[in-house]
């Protein structure tokens, strides 16, 4: 079973700069995708950045250019590095973990809120 917590929400104004974390306990199989999705006030949650096993990282059209996924190999701690924030990149930020290929059940984390002032 898949543990997964974040950390590292806040309030910050536009244009500036926030550093999500992720720690993830578990199988490692069932964490060779790490994601992160977020959920805006009445909106779905939206996939934003995925990093899998080899590498490989995926963005969202609206983060490109402005968050980085990555992930510390010696501690497996996931992280977003989110540069320019916008008033609608406010969102619970949810981080999530996915098996090979990024299929399967996801293990999610309570969620960290992000707020980003104009």
């Known amino acids: 079973q898949v543990q997964v917590a974040e950390s590292g929400g806040g309030s910050v104004q536009s244009g500036g700069s926030l550093r999500l974390s992720c720690a993830a306990s578990?199988?490692?199989?069932?964490?060779?995708?790490m994601s992160w999705f977020r959920q805006a006030p009445e909106k779905d949650r939206q996939a934003v950045a995925t990093?899998?096993?080899?590498?490989?990282?995926k963005y969202a059209d609206s983060v490109k250019g402005r968050f980085i996924i990555s992930q510390d190999k010696a501690t497996d701690i996931l992280y977003l590095q989110m540069n320019s924030l916008k008033p609608e990149d406010t969102a619970i930020y949810y981080c999530?973990?996915?098996?090979?290929?990024?299929?399967?059940?996801?293990?999610w984390g309570q969620g960290t809120q992000v707020t980003v002032s104009s």
């Open positions: 990093i899998e096993s080899d590498g490989t990282t």
């Open positions: 999530a973990a996915r098996g090979r290929l990024c299929r399967g059940a996801i293990s």
């Open positions: 578990g199988p490692t199989y069932l964490r060779s995708c």
